[in-house]
């Protein structure tokens, strides 16, 4: 299973991006993001048929983040607005094979089998 991650690129803080995540296959989907010298962090995680979507605590009151996937395109996206620059990261797209409850484990790396190879999002400030 290979995952293809693109729509990073350079903003200016207050711009939006989408990033897309193309992965075929019967799977849950989260997004996770990493900085040089700090750990992967979950940004955001939906069930395969899209019913339920998760998002970490803390990117509440930072850049506005939606999750959602359209299965008939085979692809995931995060839609992300007003970025500032402590959002600059890189940004991977995950693949968990479901198997049991996904609101057990959307937010641990482990969880998920397949990775993308991660896109760059740079915001100025």
């Known amino acids: 299973v290979q995952l293809q991650a693109s729509g990073g690129g350079l903003v200016q803080a207050g711009d939006s991006l989408r990033l897309s995540c193309a992965a075929s296959?019967?799977?849950?989907m989260g997004w996770f993001r990493q900085v040089p010298g700090k750990v992967r962090e979950f940004v955001s995680g939906?069930?395969?048929?899209?019913?339920?979507?998760?998002?970490a605590p803390s990117m509440k009151g930072r850049a506005t983040i939606t999750i959602s996937r359209d299965n008939a395109k085979s692809t995931a996206y995060l839609q992300m607005e007003r970025l500032r620059p402590e959002d600059t990261a890189v940004y991977y797209c995950?693949?968990?094979?479901?198997?049991?409850?996904?609101?057990?484990?959307?937010?641990?790396?482990?969880?998920?089998?397949?990775w993308g190879q991660g896109t760059l999002v740079t915001v100025s400030s």
């Open positions: 995950a693949a968990a094979v479901p198997r049991s409850d996904f609101s057990g484990y959307y937010y641990d790396t482990a969880g998920y089998h397949y």
């Open positions: 296959g019967r799977f849950h």
């Open positions: 939906i069930t395969w048929s899209g019913s339920r979507n998760y998002y």
